[in-house]
């Protein structure tokens, strides 16, 4: 049996534009061309295209999609390996909505102490399930600073990873209180917190003006960390992607 475009956009909820994207790259030719023009996929394309939505629903991007498909020998090894990577991703996201709960639970416990201030028992607890290859897929278009950033990670000691978590969560809880005085993000003392943050950033690799844009962006863009900073304060994400933005633009490159 075969269907046209239209009813695989509607069956898959993938724009008849992205499809034809997908054959213009080869990533997904259709099973036969009609005289009128239209594209018809038979089951193997439809299974094919469940890879790829698959794939993509982890994070890859289509190169790297179309290298893995283009290796792939068995359909059903395949789809077994694709499971297994969901269930691995379904134990991560459980491990991070665990993680941002017991922020949530610090945090409104302090409240009931009638305190302002914010208090994290166990700094490292508040990077859990976010671990740095996913954070760092935002930042795919700069290959070498992720290289550099995982080869880092990847030398460290357990202790030095934790020792690493707590220096970000003190430089996040430095910053929500400077959100917290209303600061704009391009006040001197905002700054001054960025570009320790840049220099501890530059001890692995100097970043340019757009990589550390794009770091920026990460803290919006990426949901695990965008959880990471709303949970010490509503708004704090958005600010450090400006105050990183303000500091790209009159700092550096």
């Not at 996929?41 to 790297?64: D, F, I, K, N, T």
């Not at 929500?176 to 960025?194: C, F, K, M, S």
């Amino acid at each position: 049996m075969a269907w046209p475009i239209a009813e695989v956009a509607r069956m898959s909820g993938v724009t008849a534009r992205t499809l034809r994207h997908y054959d213009e790259i080869g990533l997904l030719p259709p099973a036969w061309i009609g005289t009128n023009g239209h594209r018809y996929y038979e089951e193997r394309q439809l299974l094919r295209l469940q890879q790829v939505l698959v794939l993509r629903a982890l994070g890859l991007g289509l190169p790297e999609i179309g290298r893995i498909l283009a290796t792939q020998v068995d359909e059903l090894e395949a789809l077994r390996g694709h499971h297994r990577r969901l269930l691995a991703e379904r134990d991560r996201l459980d491990a991070l909505a665990g993680t941002v709960a017991r922020t949530i639970a610090e945090l409104e416990q302090s409240r009931k102490d009638g305190t302002d201030m914010i208090s994290i028992s166990r700094p490292e607890n508040l990077f859990e399930g976010i671990g740095p290859a996913r954070c760092m897929k935002v930042l795919r278009d700069f290959p070498e600073l992720v290289g550099a950033i995982e080869r880092h990670t990847s030398a460290l000691t357990k202790a030095e990873i934790e020792a690493d978590e707590r220096e970000r969560t003190a430089q996040m809880i430095r910053l929500a209180d400077l959100l917290a005085t209303g600061l704009p993000a391009d006040a001197d003392a905002v700054q001054a917190e960025i570009d320790t943050q840049y220099r501890t950033l530059a001890r692995i690799r100097a970043a340019t003006a757009e990589e550390y844009r794009a770091i920026g962006r990460t803290c919006v863009e990426n949901e695990h960390w965008h959880a990471a900073y709303e949970s010490i304060a509503p708004g704090l994400a958005a600010y450090q992607r400006a105050a990183i933005e303000a500091y790209a633009a009159t700092r550096l490159r």
